[in-house]
């Protein structure tokens, strides 16, 4: 597929009783124009879909985190990023905040022998 996301709009009229399903395809590369300044409540819906998923919406009025803290590298549900390495990212209650820092090994680095010493042959 090309396009990577696909976002979708539900419109619902009370007054008419009609509902609207309004989908676009996009990828990583391209915006959606925001509906915010139409819909207030997409607002919020836009803001979390920029934050987990990285998908911009130009023209919107306040685009930032409201999930995942500001120093997060990457878009958490889109998958695409490394889940182990040497940096450990933990809340500091002094900072009162995340904190990414390089991992702290409290031991050397030992070598281990998985062979059973009742299966080796004897030779």
């Known amino acids: 597929k090309k396009e990577r996301f696909e976002i979708t709009y539900e419109l619902l009229s009370l007054h008419y009783n009609v509902r609207l399903r309004i989908k676009t395809y996009l990828n990583e590369k391209t915006s959606v124009e ?10 919020w819906w836009e803001r979390e879909i920029w934050d987990l998923f990285g ?3 130009s023209k919107h009025p306040d685009l930032r985190r409201i999930l995942t803290d500001y120093g997060f590298q990457g878009f958490a549900l889109r998958k695409d990023f490394p889940l182990f ?19 702290e090994f409290a031991q050397q680095f030992r070598h281990f022998n998985y062979e059973s010493p009742w299966t080796k042959s004897l030779n």
Do not use: H, L, T, W
């Not at 915010?36 to 607002?43: L, T």
């Not at 450990?88 to 820092?101: H, S, T």
């Open 85 to 103: 390495g040497f940096i450990e990212v933990r809340y500091d209650e002094k900072k009162k905040r995340v904190v990414c820092e390089p991992i």
């Open 34 to 43: 925001s509906i915010s300044n139409i819909f207030s409540c997409a607002n």
């Open 55 to 57: 998908v911009f919406f």
